[in-house]
């Protein structure tokens, strides 16, 4: 047995991707010259998941090495970095059948090994570079194209440990590409996103295919990464894992409220308050925390040790938030959270089998057409220069909506789907960068505040680093409002818009020509 350690890290399009391949220094590390492999990945399982349901994943790797069967835990995800046992076994060429001694007889006391069959495979493309430290190899580093067999490709960025005891590097590797890269931590395997792209090929293929097939599927699938989340921040876990936590409750709130004129707002507004809630509590302790990890590094450099009181005000601000999420956990309004999402999903599940036919890409197309219109309500604004953040606020969330709209939909729309969200992304990164600047020169403006007067604390020399401070955030902020013109133009073009016109166009004329063949 063997304990695989590595950083997992998604890419969010092939552009990032490429230019990651051209990376030619890791600060503090040294990287080797770049390996190409070409692997084909196969999952087995029984038809009734015995593996999954165990805990495990059986796949079956085609590549430079020859065939290897690996049995691998699923889950280990804490944040970016995971942990997994892990069990591998080459097999002989010519050997076609997989017999019950396949590594030591462990899958043959979790299933029958003449029970298993292929559940899913997916291709992908690896360039691998070695890490080095000191002389020694610590590490290694591959940027993954994976192509799953509903059309679907994803990128991932992957640190693996030489040895467990090299797992230190991780962090500091993980903060480098979260900070200079803003690459977002890689919540699912690649079995998990296997898993997924069969339901997609599954709603692709189904001709009775509506959008409350789509909908409960992604309420289940998200709430169950939502749970355990949230189990990481209250363990505090690292700002990763907060940030997808908050991601989550807003990408579940917004799925819900797509939902709503379906199910009535009766059955919809639990959810959605209880979800707004949670996004409320996550996105303040995030906030702090994003300040925190800015003042910690200057800090920490020469001449800025004096911002250190405005970071102990900061940290127990922080601390306090924190508390207060955990005091709202253990109150038990997670478990009426989830209990109101799944009361959605159950009853989307149920409303599919009612009523006439109506294929998903025509209600895809027209949810779609709401949120962008909704979007481009804010060209004049989005396009003007010297625009004050807060008026960009109702931007960002309906940049929100509609990229978690059209992730939700990727089944109907395929490639056109990932370009779209990652021109999205582009742009929320521009807007979240406006709003992290916008709290940092509120949160100094605010302790400046409340110190100078004749009753202030005598903090003098703090006083003005936290003002030199604010000065920079404030400038870094006017930068930052500046450039928001040109990614909005991400968005603004036609072209944004005829490729998701044109990929729903695509799937409605295959579900016609599916209903005349069958009339």
């Not at 690292?238 to 807003?250: K, M, N, S, T, Y």
């Not at 989307?348 to 025509?362: T, Y």
């Not at 709003?435 to 940092?440: E, K, M, R, W």
């Amino acid at each position: 047995m063997a304990a695989e350690i590595e950083l997992k890290l998604a890419i969010p399009d092939a552009e990032v991707a490429e230019s990651l391949r051209a990376l030619s220094e890791l600060p503090g590390f040294v990287l080797d010259e770049p390996r190409i492999e070409e692997m084909e990945d196969t999952y087995l399982d029984s038809r009734d998941r015995r593996l999954f349901d165990s805990g495990w994943a059986l796949r079956l790797r085609v590549g430079p090495k020859g065939r290897i069967a690996e049995l691998k835990a699923v889950g280990g995800a804490a944040a970016s970095v995971w942990t997994r046992e892990e069990f591998a076994e080459a097999i002989p060429e010519g050997k076609d059948k997989l017999t019950s001694d396949l590594l030591d007889g462990r899958i043959e006391k979790l299933c029958p090994v003449r029970k298993l069959r292929n559940l899913a495979t997916l291709r992908q493309r690896r360039q691998k570079r070695d890490i080095y430290s000191a002389g020694r190899r610590v590490g290694e580093l591959s940027v993954d194209e994976v192509h799953f067999g509903d059309g679907v490709s994803t990128w991932t960025l992957e640190v693996e440990c030489a040895d467990p005891s090299f797992s230190g590097i991780l962090e500091s590797i993980g903060k480098y590409f979260a900070e200079t890269w803003r690459l977002l931590p890689e919540t699912s395997s690649k079995f998990e996103q296997a898993l997924r792209s069969l339901e997609r090929g599954a709603i692709r293929e189904r001709e009775e295919s509506r959008l409350e097939v789509i909908v409960a599927a992604e309420l289940k699938s998200h709430s169950k990464d939502f749970k355990t989340l949230l189990a990481s921040v209250a363990e505090d876990r690292g700002i990763e894992a907060l940030h997808d936590a908050r991601i989550a409750a807003r990408r579940l709130r917004t799925l819900v409220e797509l939902m709503e004129e379906r199910i009535g707002r009766k059955m919809s507004l639990p959810a959605i308050r209880r979800l707004a809630r949670a996004g409320r509590i996550l996105g303040r302790v995030r906030d702090l925390d994003v300040l925190l990890g800015d003042l910690r590094k200057r800090a920490g450099s020469a001449g800025h040790g004096r911002l250190l009181p405005f970071v102990a005000d900061i940290e127990a601000e922080r601390d306090a938030g924190l508390d207060k999420l955990r005091s709202w956990l253990d109150s038990g309004n997670a478990d009426r959270l989830f209990s109101s999402v799944g009361s959605v999903a159950r009853l989307l599940s149920k409303r599919q089998e009612k009523g006439p036919v109506r294929p998903a890409s025509l209600d895809g197309l027209s949810i779609v057409a709401d949120l962008l219109a909704e979007l481009l309500a804010f060209d004049s604004l989005a396009r003007e220069p010297g625009v004050e953040e807060a008026a960009f606020h109702a931007a960002r969330r309906a940049a929100k909506r509609l990229r978690y709209a059209l992730e939700a939909l990727e089944s109907l729309l395929g490639p056109a789907a990932a370009k779209a969200v990652s021109d999205l992304k582009r742009l929320q990164s521009r807007l979240g960068a406006v709003h992290d600047s916008a709290v940092a020169a509120r949160k100094a403006s605010s302790w400046l505040a409340r110190r100078i007067g004749p009753d202030a604390p005598p903090e003098h020399e703090t006083v003005p680093e936290v003002a030199r401070y604010l000065a920079k955030r404030q400038e870094e902020l006017g930068r930052l409002l500046a450039s928001i013109p040109s990614a909005w133009k991400l968005i603004a073009t036609p072209g944004f818009r005829r490729r998701l016109v044109v990929a729903f166009l695509d799937r409605r004329a295959d579900a016609t020509e599916r209903a005349e063949t069958k009339v």
